[in-house]
């Protein structure tokens, strides 16, 4: 409601007298289309009227929307929200319209599986409407999922490089970019095993990125690296962010393949901090989640686990790029 004042609703009755200007104003308020504001006093006149008034809205009418919803929506659409929230509708109707002629159009035995990028702009002209517009919100609203439109979800391709498709083989996940170049360039090189492991396939895991990658691992990487038998190996930071990133890959997939440290390889880091000095390693970043299963370090010797338990206590760490390209071509691994 808009606030009015008695001044101004009497410029608008365009009378001179008083009394007419008085009827003009009850007449409004009679047909509802103004309200005294109790509180405004009066202007002390007879018969007094009010100083400040509201300005009332009709009710809108929302008769075709209502007809809408009952009546022209598929029965996958539930319309109880929109019932509830007309007003709601009017601003998403055509949103909902474009989805309710999607089902209309689709049949769930012969819709083909589609990626919610495809479905979104098949559905609403927009590729990215369902994942970072209105779209969860429109889905929401019409009680509608996500499985119900028949979608997949796509992750980043895993990059992979393959010195030998033979199998069964060892496939080795790595953290960081840098150490998958290097490594990748040392077995191109000729190294046929690195720290005495005969590594086939690499895989550049991107931190945490390797999560939702290998959720799609046997589509996303060729037959040989997914092969039954093959033995699959991490190596990235000796960090708690690094540790946590393994054991939480290694516990997801258990049921899917048994994932386990480069144990050599974080020996030969070990061995490289201690020459470099584990005071003039960097520092642990803050923020990073030090609760640990204690899985990755039981895979180590005694003595190897208390040598990285005391790096991390001392609130250092070792980045995976300790190792170069030199270590991956060593004479001991170049076997």
């Avoid at 909902?96 to 999607?102: A, G």
């Avoid at 899917?256 to 880091?269: D, H, K, L, S, T």
């Avoid at 899985?295 to 686990?305: P, T, V, W």
Wanted: net charge neutral; hydrophobic share 35%; proline share 4%.
């Amino acid at each position: 409601m808009k606030r009015i004042s008695l001044e101004q609703l009497q410029k608008e009755s365009k009378k001179e007298a008083y009394a007419d200007q008085y009827r003009y104003i009850l007449s409004r308020i009679e047909m509802r289309e103004l309200k005294p504001v109790k509180n405004s006093p009066l202007n002390g006149k007879t018969p007094a009227l009010h100083t400040s008034y509201w300005i009332t809205e009709p009710a809108p009418d929302y008769s075709r929307q209502t007809e809408e919803l009952k009546f022209a929506m598929v029965p996958t659409i539930c319309t109880d929200y929109y019932l509830k929230h007309p007003k709601v509708y009017l601003r998403e109707e055509k949103w909902v319209k474009l989805l309710n002629q999607y089902f209309l159009d689709t049949k769930d035995d012969t819709c083909e599986p589609a990626s919610v990028n495809e479905r979104s702009f098949q559905i609403f002209g927009r590729e990215k409407f369902l994942q970072r517009e209105q779209g969860k919100k429109i889905l929401s609203h019409c009680g509608v999922t996500l499985e119900q439109l028949h979608v997949y979800h796509t992750t980043e391709p895993l990059a992979c490089y393959s010195a030998d498709k033979g199998t069964p083989q060892t496939v080795l996940i790595l953290e960081n970019k840098d150490t998958f170049y290097s490594m990748r360039k040392s077995l191109m090189d000729g190294a046929n095993h690195v720290f005495g492991e005969k590594i086939a396939s690499l895989i550049y895991g991107a931190g945490k990125g390797i999560y939702r990658s290998f959720e799609d691992f046997s589509f996303s990487v060729e037959p040989h690296i997914n092969a039954p038998g093959n033995r699959i190996l991490y190596f990235g930071d000796l960090d708690y962010e690094g540790i946590g990133i393994y054991e939480h890959l290694a516990k997801a997939f258990d049921l899917m393949c048994r994932i386990v440290p480069f144990v050599e390889a974080y020996r030969n880091m070990i061995t490289k901090a201690g020459r470099y000095g584990y005071v003039n390693l960097p520092d642990t970043s803050d923020g990073q989640n030090r609760s640990l299963s204690g899985r990755f370090f039981s895979y180590f010797a005694k003595e190897d686990q208390e040598e990285m338990q005391k790096i991390l206590a001392t609130g250092k760490y070792v980045p995976q790029e300790i190792l170069s390209y030199t270590d991956f071509m060593g004479e001991d691994n170049a076997v």
